[in-house]
C-alpha cells in the first residue's frame, strides 16, 4: 500500500517542484539586475527592491510575500549562502553590506499564547516589527536579527550572535544576546563599552 501511495504522489510532487522552478525564475526576472548564484529561492519580488551590484549567494532565501511586508536594498549588498530574509514586518538594508552564510534576518515572530487561552486550535499570532540595517554593515555567519532591531551605519556583528536590541553605529557586537565589545572609530576611542 505504501509504494501505490508513493506513486499516486509523485506526479502530485513533480508537478510542485516543476511550479515552484518555474515560478522561482519568474521571481528572478522582476529583480533582474541582481546577480544570482545557484539554488536562490525570491518570494514576493515585486515588494522586493534592490540596487545596483547586489548578489544573492547560493541557496539564500527571500521572501517577502507578505500582504504588509517589503524588502528594500541600497548598492553593493551581498546576501550570503544559505541565508534567510523575512521581509514580513518590512527590512530595509543600507549600501555595502555584506551578510554572511546562514545568516537570518526577520522582521516577523510568532507570539507567546495567552496563558488564559483554552482553544487548542486557535492560530498562531505573528509579530511584525521593522529591521533597520544602515550603511557599511557586515553581519558574519550565523547570526540572527530578530523584529524591531536597528543596526546603525558602520557596525559589525560577530559570527553566532543574536541581535536582539539596537546596534549603536561603529559598534561591534558579540554573543547571545549581543552586547557591545568595542567602538571602532576614533570618535568614540574605539574602547570597550
Known amino acids: 500500500m505504501l509504494l501505490l501511495e508513493r506513486l499516486l504522489a509523485f506526479p502530485t510532487a513533480l508537478r510542485r517542484a516543476w511550479h515552484d522552478a518555474i515560478g522561482d525564475e519568474v521571481e528572478r526576472?522582476?529583480?533582474?539586475?541582481?546577480?544570482?548564484?545557484?539554488?536562490?529561492i525570491v518570494?514576493?519580488?515585486?515588494?522586493?527592491?534592490?540596487g545596483r551590484g547586489c548578489f544573492?549567494?547560493?541557496r539564500a532565501y527571500i521572501n517577502c510575500?507578505?500582504?504588509?511586508?517589503?524588502?528594500?536594498?541600497g548598492d553593493n549588498v551581498e546576501i550570503g549562502p544559505y541565508s534567510m530574509l523575512w521581509g514580513g514586518g518590512g527590512i530595509t538594508i543600507g549600501s555595502d553590506v555584506h551578510l554572511g552564510?546562514?545568516?537570518?534576518?526577520?522582521?516577523?515572530?510568532?507570539?507567546?499564547?495567552?496563558?488564559?487561552?483554552?482553544?487548542p486550535?486557535?492560530?498562531?499570532?505573528?509579530?511584525?516589527?521593522?529591521v533597520v540595517?544602515?550603511?557599511?554593515?557586515?553581519?558574519?555567519?550565523?547570526?540572527?536579527?530578530?523584529?524591531?532591531?536597528?543596526?546603525?551605519?558602520?557596525a559589525m556583528v560577530a559570527a553566532g550572535a543574536a541581535v536582539v536590541s539596537d546596534?549603536?553605529?561603529?559598534?561591534?557586537?558579540?554573543?547571545?544576546?549581543?552586547?557591545?565589545?568595542?567602538y571602532n572609530n576614533a570618535a568614540q576611542g574605539g574602547v570597550p563599552v
Open 29 to 40: 526576472r522582476r529583480l533582474p539586475h541582481v546577480l544570482y548564484a545557484t539554488g536562490v
Open 43 to 50: 518570494r514576493g519580488a515585486t515588494k522586493i527592491k534592490a
Open 56 to 58: 544573492f549567494d547560493h
Open 65 to 73: 510575500n507578505f500582504p504588509d511586508g517589503f524588502i528594500t536594498m
Open 101 to 119: 552564510a546562514h545568516v537570518h534576518v526577520t522582521s516577523m515572530e510568532g507570539l507567546q499564547v495567552p496563558a488564559d487561552s483554552t482553544d
Open 121 to 130: 486550535m486557535k492560530p498562531l499570532e505573528i509579530g511584525r516589527k521593522p
Open 133 to 154: 540595517i544602515g550603511n557599511h554593515v557586515l553581519i558574519c555567519s550565523n547570526s540572527v536579527v530578530v523584529p524591531g532591531v536597528t543596526i546603525g551605519h558602520h
Open 167 to 182: 546596534v549603536p553605529p561603529y559598534a561591534l557586537v558579540a554573543g547571545v544576546p549581543a552586547r557591545v565589545i568595542r
